[in-house]
């Protein structure tokens, strides 16, 4: 089944540990990113990959760190979480996306709380 | 400034009616992409219709239809026939050629569906 997997799906962590979410992808996509959800704001990209050690900011990338060593993963660290990133987070991928066309596949969701 | 604009954040709707759920958007590009994705309460992410700038027909997918007003700039989603099941939360987003690296998302607008 083509997915998108994220984990942990839940996670409640103290302000300062460090902390991975991982993302993998089974359908040979070569464009990923992360964004969060927050109330009132939406879906925000934190980081995005265009393909295997190609990574950019998006919008949101303070206190985030990427990496893409492999086309199929692209964890999200957080080395040192504050309760600001208190969110959803969303990994999500794409054949490409050289134009416009093309729906995002996106992660079931990791819920994230810093305490 | 907004780029995506949704400005109902909640709506209701009875079971077997019509619903439309508001889209407007502010870009200067001539060519993008328009989506919407469904998010029930499990939290994920569904990817619902796409319509291009340049598509001179409504999407339609099943029971969704997209009424797409260029000159408006808006992208309104329609539901017919609603169903229980469709009861979630609402995201338009937008993709522009220049800047084809994200998705840029809406606040949503959650839709329940009253028997």
């Known amino acids: 089944e083509a997915q998108v997997t994220q984990n942990p799906r839940y996670l409640i962590t103290v302000t300062g540990k460090k902390l991975t979410v991982t993302c993998s992808q089974n359908?040979?996509?070569?464009?990923m990113s992360w964004y969060r959800q927050d109330p009132g704001l939406g879906l925000r990209q934190i980081y995005y990959s265009m393909n295997v050690e190609v990574t950019d900011k998006g919008d949101v990338p303070e206190g985030y760190k990427v990496s893409r060593k492999e086309k199929r993963n692209f964890p999200l660290i957080l080395e040192s979480p504050s309760p600001n990133q208190t969110s959803l987070y969303f990994c999500?991928?794409?054949?490409?996306?050289?134009?416009?066309?093309?729906?995002?596949?996106f992660g079931e969701g990791s819920r994230l709380t810093v305490l | 400034a907004q780029k995506i604009t949704q400005t109902q954040p909640g709506m209701f709707v009875q079971e077997k009616e019509a619903v439309t759920l508001d889209c407007t958007y502010d870009t200067s590009d001539q060519s993008y992409g328009l989506f919407w994705y469904k998010q029930p309460s499990s939290g994920e992410m569904i990817f619902l219709i796409y319509q291009g700038s340049y598509d001179e027909q409504n999407a339609t997918e099943g029971r969704y239809s997209l009424n797409f007003q260029k000159a408006r700039k808006s992208a309104n989603l329609v539901i017919s026939a609603s169903q229980l099941g469709d009861s979630a939360m609402y995201f338009c987003?937008?993709?522009?050629?220049?800047?084809?690296?994200?998705?840029?998302f809406g606040t949503g607008t959650r839709l329940q569906v009253f028997p």
């Open positions: 359908m040979n996509h070569e464009y």
């Open positions: 999500a991928s794409s054949f490409s996306i050289r134009g416009v066309t093309g729906e995002l596949f």
């Open positions: 987003a937008m993709r522009e050629s220049y800047n084809t690296d994200k998705l840029i």
